[in-house]
């Protein structure tokens, strides 16, 4: 249970996936063609816990070469992603300056770090941080209001070897 105001005296470090179910259980890679259906990859404490998230990374693992213009190895997506902010009361509010349909579009953001790491028989990894301390504060969830850190997928990401999404911070 949170201490007044929110922090535990005795903090629990965050290393969590964004998963299909949000408590990191459940399907993580974000492999699969969810341009017919939207898929959410999402990080929600349970309703007694808040969480301090003060990095999302994004992972790319793909095994053509990769280039500015293309998403992972592939093609530049037609819808892209999103990353948002929700809670029970508000509407969703994203946490990007546009939507991320190119592997360039990550260092538009602004957000943080971007690391191409070429590995040995063609297999090429994209590792994105978006630091939340960019907005000036670390994002608070607190799991009493429903607030919740959410990856929106609305293109086919089948091409790809490996794709998470992983929060840091502590609760």
């Known amino acids: 249970m949170p201490e007044p105001g929110g922090v535990r005296s005795d903090p629990i470090i965050v290393h969590q996936f964004l ?17 017919s259906v939207e898929e959410i990859f999402y990080i929600q404490p349970a309703i007694d816990e808040v969480m301090v998230i003060h990095e999302i990374l994004l992972h790319i693992v793909d095994s053509g070469a990769i280039a500015a213009t293309g998403y992972g190895g592939m093609s530049a997506l037609t819808d892209g992603l999103d990353v948002l902010i929700t809670n029970a009361n508000s509407p969703r509010l994203s946490m990007l300056p546009g939507l991320i349909k190119e592997n360039v ?67």
Do not use: R, W
């Open 105 to 171: 579009d990550f260092m538009h953001c602004g957000l943080g770090a971007f690391n191409l790491v070429n590995f040995t028989g063609g297999i090429d990894s994209i590792i994105a941080s978006f630091k939340t301390v960019n907005f000036g504060a670390p994002i608070i969830l607190d799991g009493s209001q429903e607030h919740k850190i959410e990856v929106v997928l609305n293109d086919s990401f089948v091409g790809l070897v490996d794709h998470h999404f992983i929060a840091h911070g502590f609760k």
């Open 19 to 35: 998963t299909v179910d949000g408590d990191g259980t459940g399907i993580s890679n974000a492999i699969g063609d969810y341009s």
